[in-house]
Every structure is written in structure tokens, then in C-alpha cells.
């Protein structure tokens, strides 16, 4: 629920438990109240997008499982997840998420924190002696001076962010990991702080773990949300055979673009373009393999 006073959020509630549906209720309360009301307007709203299913139940850590090696202090309290004290990661007991989008809510008062993803139940030393942490990716927020700093996508330690975002400590944001594939994405609050392509896919699946490290942390999610994606169904546009799908732009230069041995070859003294037949693409991953000579 959001409610807006002059295009402000005056207050906002996410609550998988009260009502779903029911009337609508103008209210005054006293014998010395006068309210007047005027354009009175509704949108009837869609259905909530399909897909979601909450990974955090607002009760308890059903669900979820610490290390036995790091056992941690997480707590629920006013459906909030609050990890603090020594270094703990948090596990989904499923350790099989492969794609998926998940959003979730967190606030870092002190300390550093982080979520790994396909990640396994395993707490090996990182390759700098950095400590013991899951092997896999990592969404970690960092603490500087006056502001914190999420959003930053780790591969086995190394940082691939290329747009963090500083926030005020203590103060909630929403993070969005969107893994599909090789091709992974981080959002703070709507705005792309990572983009990365995994091409050696050393990880493709696994558990989901929250972090705390080190005693000085504590950090605090909520509203743990995953949207499991199918898997990418690639089409081939070329057949390896022949030119079935596609047209050259210049009729001059019709035969600058032959097959040879398998392979799509532009070639001639005629500047042309290859078009795809009666097709129109809007949201897509293409990739390709390509070489050139030095013309």
C-alpha cells in the first residue's frame, strides 16, 4: 500500500497478510470535524506481476540455515531479518536457483554486507586470504565515512561494478539481482550498478546467503522476493547453408554476401548490408562469432 499527499509518499506498507480486497471508506470523526472531498477518481490496477514468491515469510528463518562454522547472531524481529556481531553468512537451504530476478530490501547501519548467489554450502578461503565466504557471486555494500555504497557485483573477489551509488547509513534501499544465463545484472533503487557476462560459467546454480561481516556489522533485510526466469531458448538466424532469411540491401551488390565453407561472408568492392527477411526485434541477446581482415 502507498498513499501520496500532494505527489509525496506519506507512507508506504508491504504486508502479505492483511486484506486483499474490500470497500472504500470516506471517514470523519467528531462532532467538530468538517472534510470535504471532491474528485473522487479510481484506475482499477492490474493484478501483481506472476512469478513471485517470497523467500523470507516475515516470521522466522524458515527456510534458511547458517554454516556451522559460522553460526552467527540473525534475528527476526517486525519482519525484518537483522544479522549482527561476528562474521555470518545466511543460506537458502534450496541450493539449486539458476535464473531468476530477486529483489529485496536492506538497511546497513554499521559494518559491511553483502548477498552471494549461486553460491554452494561451503565456506572455502577466498584467493586474497580475504576469510572464509562462499564461492560465487557476491552483491556486497560497503561502508565509507558518512555514506554507504551497495550494489557493487564481486566474481570471485574481484569487483565488476561500474556504477555505484552512495547512500545515507542506516536507510533502506532495494536491490535487484537479475541472473539469466551468462548475463547478470544488479539495480539499487532502479539504477544499473553492474552489468557483467559470465562467459566461463563457472557458476550456474546454487544458494542464495546474507552477510554480515565482522563484529561491527549490522545489517538488515526484508521483503526477500525471487521471480524464477525459464531458461533462454536460442534461435538460429543463419542456417549454415544459405542466405533462407536474409536479403542484401543494394541489388548491385547482391553477390558481396555468399556462404563459404559454412561461414557468412561479406566481401566485394560493392558496400552492402545483410537484412533479415520480414523480421522486427525489440528486446533481445543476440550474440555472435565474427572475424574480419584488416580492410
Given at each position: 500500500?502507498?498513499?501520496?499527499?500532494n505527489?509525496?509518499?506519506a507512507?508506504?506498507?508491504?504486508?502479505?497478510?492483511?486484506?486483499?480486497?474490500g470497500?472504500?471508506?470516506?471517514?470523519?470523526?467528531?462532532?467538530?470535524?468538517?472534510?470535504?472531498?471532491?474528485?473522487?477518481?479510481?484506475?482499477?490496477?492490474?493484478?501483481?506481476?506472476?512469478?513471485?514468491?517470497?523467500l523470507?515469510?516475515?516470521?522466522?528463518?524458515?527456510?534458511?540455515?547458517?554454516?556451522?562454522?559460522?553460526?552467527?547472531?540473525?534475528?527476526?524481529?517486525?519482519?525484518?531479518?537483522?544479522?549482527?556481531?561476528?562474521?555470518?553468512?545466511?543460506?537458502?537451504?534450496?541450493?539449486?536457483?539458476?535464473?531468476?530476478?530477486?529483489?529485496?530490501?536492506?538497511?546497513?547501519?554499521?559494518?559491511?554486507?553483502?548477498?552471494?548467489?549461486?553460491?554452494?554450502?561451503?565456506?572455502?578461503?577466498?584467493?586474497?586470504?580475504?576469510?572464509r565466504?562462499?564461492?560465487?557471486?557476491?552483491?556486497?555494500?560497503?561502508?565509507?565515512?558518512?555514506a554507504?555504497?551497495?550494489?557493487?557485483?564481486?566474481?570471485?573477489?574481484?569487483?565488476?561494478?561500474?556504477?555505484?551509488?552512495?547512500?545515507?547509513?542506516?536507510?533502506?534501499?532495494?536491490?535487484?539481482?537479475?541472473?539469466?544465463?551468462?548475463?547478470?545484472?544488479?539495480?539499487?533503487?532502479?539504477?544499473?550498478?553492474?552489468?557483467?557476462?559470465?562467459?566461463?560459467?563457472?557458476?550456474?546454480?546454487?544458494?542464495?546467503?546474507?552477510?554480515?561481516?565482522?563484529?561491527?556489522?549490522?545489517?538488515?533485510?526484508?521483503?526477500?522476493?525471487?521471480?524464477?526466469?525459464?531458461?533462454?531458448?536460442?534461435?538460429?538466424?543463419?542456417?549454415?547453408?544459405?542466405?533462407?532469411?536474409?536479403?542484401?540491401?543494394?541489388?548491385?551488390?547482391?553477390?558481396?554476401?555468399?556462404?563459404?565453407?559454412?561461414?557468412?561472408?561479406?566481401?566485394?568492392?560493392?558496400?552492402?548490408?545483410?537484412?533479415?527477411?520480414?523480421?522486427?526485434?525489440?528486446?533481445?541477446?543476440?550474440?555472435?562469432?565474427?572475424?574480419?581482415?584488416?580492410?
Open positions: 500500500f502507498l498513499t501520496k499527499v505527489g509525496i509518499t507512507a508506504e506498507v508491504r504486508n502479505a497478510h492483511v486484506h486483499a480486497g470497500q472504500i471508506v470516506l471517514e470523519q470523526l467528531g462532532d467538530q470535524t468538517v472534510v470535504q472531498f471532491k474528485k473522487i477518481e479510481i484506475k482499477e490496477l492490474p493484478p501483481e506481476e506472476p512469478g513471485w514468491v517470497r523470507f515469510n516475515g516470521k522466522d528463518l524458515t527456510g534458511w540455515k547458517t554454516h556451522p562454522d559460522q553460526p552467527g547472531d540473525w534475528q527476526v524481529k517486525d519482519g525484518e531479518i537483522i544479522g549482527q556481531g561476528k562474521t555470518s553468512h545466511l543460506f537458502t537451504e534450496r541450493q539449486d536457483y539458476a535464473d531468476f530476478h530477486l529483489r529485496f530490501e536492506s538497511k546497513l547501519k554499521t559494518g559491511d554486507s553483502g548477498v552471494f548467489f549461486r553460491t554452494a554450502f561451503s565456506l572455502p578461503v577466498t584467493p586474497k586470504g580475504g576469510g565466504v562462499p564461492a560465487g557471486f557476491e552483491v556486497a555494500c560497503q561502508n565509507d565515512k558518512n554507504i555504497i551497495p550494489g557493487f557485483l564481486k566474481y570471485l573477489g574481484a569487483s565488476v561494478s561500474f556504477a555505484p551509488v552512495r547512500l545515507k547509513k542506516d536507510t533502506w534501499f532495494t536491490e535487484e539481482i537479475i541472473a539469466r544465463g551468462n548475463h547478470i545484472t544488479v539495480k539499487v533503487n532502479g539504477v544499473i550498478t553492474a552489468e557483467y557476462w559470465d562467459r566461463e560459467r563457472v557458476f550456474t546454480k546454487g544458494a542464495f546467503a546474507l552477510q554480515m561481516w565482522g563484529p561491527q556489522t549490522e545489517v538488515r533485510f526484508r521483503n526477500i522476493e525471487i521471480k524464477e526466469l525459464p531458461p533462454m531458448e536460442w534461435v538460429e538466424l543463419f542456417n549454415g547453408t544459405d542466405l533462407t532469411g536474409w536479403q542484401v540491401n543494394n541489388p548491385k551488390g547482391k553477390d558481396t554476401w555468399k556462404v563459404i565453407d559454412g561461414l557468412l561472408t561479406g566481401q566485394g568492392v560493392e558496400s552492402t548490408t545483410l537484412w533479415r527477411v520480414n523480421s522486427e526485434s525489440r528486446d533481445f541477446h543476440l550474440r555472435i562469432e565474427a572475424r574480419a581482415d584488416d580492410g
